[in-house]
């Protein structure tokens, strides 16, 4: 039997979202069908915000459902979108006539499965709206995607549009906020390990110790390079820069500095240290920083760098009070 | 050069507090000194709370530092504890003339630099009051303690003791309630894998693929036993049963499902399951649930388990505010 903390590959989804559920009575967790609602949902004529992906990133997406944030998150099996009758059920439960804005994170799977589920709601009378999430500035198509993968701005998307939509914003202007964000945004990782799926038990790819890799994705997908281990300091500089090459921020950024998973907090911190060392000597100012596990895979060790350049709305909509498992402030 | 989001070995904790300074503007870090202040202290009229300890476990202590919970920590080396020169610092630059209560897990290492920092900061006119935390089941004695390990129980005795510190209760009933909180709480751990310590590069024990260590330190010390590895299942039903057998509460419980590191939130909440499971089963009702890495050992993967048991009194005080990077509600 593997290492890890699990009963059986087949129910690792189940027991989470079960653990959830006992965990947090603040949300309704459907484990049958996958789906997980903040607990007042609908709110009627606020807009609703529905997310969800493969599981395996942890906290995203359930760990940011409540106010202020996601109404619900759809979870699939680790590392494989959830299905379009999933996300039916979780714009259905959480319209409350406001319309939903799907935030979709450009993997093939989940692209294809939110649009079907979008007509689908249509079809039973929920209005939708769909963002895409593509920040990582790693590579161009991949082997999960046509197009930038969706990483870490997912989490700035979710809290900016989320705080949007909470304040009673339309539809449409949810929708539009999401958009600059997405678009305001780039990320950038790196891996020190590979990670192991609950069902194949070991490594998904092969990373050798003395090694990293480049711009890797958050399942491991392959990045730019490998090379031989690089200091933190090293490493900001190289990820910094090449956010910077493409976002050229005229404004102030929030700035989340991510661990893939398995990085301990006293080397993501001190990674955070390096992180705006870089970004001071390049004149970026930093509005607001995170630090933390957030758009993780698996036992991956690594970290990622995601800017999202604010004007003073998004920083306001940034700072609004959150209620969530993973994210909290102000109420 | 070992996998690690590194610098070099020597500067990891002064580069993770840099860290820690340049995310948390709540928080005075004296990167020199070592020393993690809340930025409004001192708290003129009200009981502070000092904390401490080796470095590697974050987001204890510094991640619990504001207001509702601690006043300061100081951070000494990786599994290291900090010297009393920096306690009577922290303690001098929070003392708001209403006095300070260390908060001390049992290690060697730690009790003795306590001692001798709450003689040094009396002699500099400080009241100071002490608080062990002993919370460990899994063994008495061990290779860094006289008596139980000090563990998950920590963040319980600082959270509620902070929170009556913060309602302006005098040093003698903070004191009591941290007392009465570590006496209502027992853990039990396991580890899964073996942790690297930055200095080593290599795990500081052998934990081979297929065993894991029942009863583990936030160290890696060794436990109970080794075992071929277990469900999920099996380890929630051998470890809530160890901490029952010494506990056996009569009123609900405060449950903290804690990982070591670098087992994925996925895997933590699947095992948050089955210990509520095995809660139910014995008839112990859970007033609150918190699952995530608090107290943790480095990239160790593993999880362990902190119940402790509350009156309406205690259950109030740890509802109550808290304003911390990494515990934070109804502020």
């Known amino acids: 039997m593997v290492n890890m903390l699990i009963n059986v590959p087949e129910t690792v989804v189940a027991d989470a ?7 947090h009575p603040s949300l309704t967790v459907d484990v049958d069908n996958r789906v997980v609602v903040r607990r007042d949902a609908p709110v009627a004529g606020q807009v609703a915000l529905v997310s969800g992906g493969g599981s395996g990133h942890e906290p995203l997406h359930a760990g940011f459902v409540g106010p202020g ?36 994170k450009n993997y093939t799977g989940d692209v294809l499965n939110f649009d079907m589920a979008a007509e689908l709601a249509e079809d039973e009378g929920v209005t939708v709206a769909k963002v895409l999430v593509d920040d990582d500035v790693a590579v161009t198509d991949s082997l999960y995607t046509a197009g930038r993968r969706g990483t870490g701005a997912t989490l700035f998307v979710e809290k900016i549009a989320g705080a949007a939509a909470a304040e009673g914003a339309p539809l449409e202007r949810v929708e539009a ?23 194949k038990g070991s490594p998904t790819f092969e990373l050798p110790p003395g090694e990293l890799e480049l711009g890797v994705g958050i399942h491991g997908e392959p990045g730019r390079e490998r090379r031989a281990m ?19 921020p005229t404004s102030p950024v929030l700035l989340l500095v991510n661990g893939m998973g398995a990085t301990p907090l006293l080397e993501l911190y ?30 991956m060790a690594g970290a990622s760098v995601t800017l999202c350049q604010v004007d003073e709305e998004l920083l306001r909509l940034w700072d609004a009070p959150v209620n969530t498992p993973a994210l909290r402030w102000g109420c």
């Not at 996601?70 to 409350?96: H, I, K, N, W, Y």
């Not at 200091?231 to 956010?243: F, L």
């Open 69 to 104: 944030m996601l109404s619900a998150a759809c979870a699939g099996e680790v590392f494989t979108s959830p299905v379009p009758d999933q996300m039916v059920r979780a714009a259905a439960a959480v319209d409350g006539g406001a319309g939903v804005l799907f935030v979709v």
């Open 270 to 299: 001190g990674f955070n240290a390096e992180v705006h060392r870089v970004l001071a000597e390049r004149g970026v100012p930093v509005a607001r920083t995170l630090v933390g596990n957030y758009v993780t895979s698996l036992d």
């Open 17 to 23: 979202l079960r653990g959830i559920a006992a965990a």
């Open 230 to 248: 690089m200091t933190s300091r090293e490493i900001a500089d190289y990820a910094v820069q090449v956010v910077l090459e493409d976002l050229r």
């Open 177 to 199: 906020i999401a958009r600059q964000v997405n678009g305001s945004s780039r990320s950038f990782g790196v891996a020190l390990t590979a990670c192991s799926t609950p069902a």
